[in-house]
């Protein structure tokens, strides 16, 4: 489940898939360093309609975001095999927030006068932040800062914050 929290726009929580994959290799001692690539297509729905301030004829107009995420983390290994704290930069390549219907893009978003659909699709493309995990029984991401999206159309930065710690992540392991 994907979403953005905000309080500039009024969105619907969409699904997407995630597809990628993670090397580890012993350093030294202890320690591992760790490589991953990944790729991400996910849908968000943002509410707009046909009249001012996006009222009138109102409905979610759904959007696809599709990125590339790649991860180098450093590892230090707790208990070998059971617990490893890990912690290192990841770069966010993200494409256009591309709208699933052509037809929708001169809806208004609710809450602007002039804010239309198609002016919200050119987000911010690289996202660079720290992350850190634990592993094996269990899997937690934890990724500071949250980034904002920048939408060059409407000459506007419009920020969301999730709570931190956030964790993306959680997971039984095999």
């Known amino acids: 489940?994907?979403?953005?929290?905000?309080?500039?726009?009024?969105?619907?929580?969409?699904?997407g898939f995630e597809a990628g994959f993670t090397t580890r290799g012993a350093f030294r001692?202890?320690?591992d360093l760790i490589f991953g690539l990944s790729f991400f297509n996910s849908s968000i729905g943002v509410k707009g309609g046909m009249g001012p301030n996006g009222v009138g004829?109102?409905?979610f107009i759904n959007y696809q975001i599709q990125a590339v995420q790649i991860g180098l983390l450093g590892s230090y290994n707790i208990v070998k095999h059971h617990l490893?704290?890990?912690f290192g930069p990841i770069l966010n390549v993200n494409g256009k927030m591309k709208l699933d219907?052509?037809?929708l893009q001169d809806?208004?978003?609710?809450?602007?006068?002039?804010?239309r659909a198609q002016d919200i699709q050119n987000i911010n493309p690289i996202n660079f932040r720290l992350g850190s995990k634990e592993q094996q029984s269990f899997l937690v991401?934890?990724?500071f800062p949250p980034h904002p999206a920048y939408f060059p159309g409407n000459q506007q930065q419009i920020e969301y914050h999730p709570p931190l710690p956030r964790v993306s992540q959680l997971r039984p392991t095999q």
Do not use: H, K, P, W
């Open 1 to 15: 489940m994907f979403d953005i929290t905000t309080s500039d726009l009024v969105t619907n929580q969409g699904q």
């Open 29 to 31: 001692n202890d320690f």
């Open 57 to 59: 004829d109102t409905q």
């Open 84 to 86: 490893s704290v890990e």
């Open 101 to 103: 219907s052509d037809r």
């Open 107 to 115: 809806y208004i978003l609710e809450g602007y006068t002039t804010l």
């Open 141 to 143: 991401r934890i990724e």
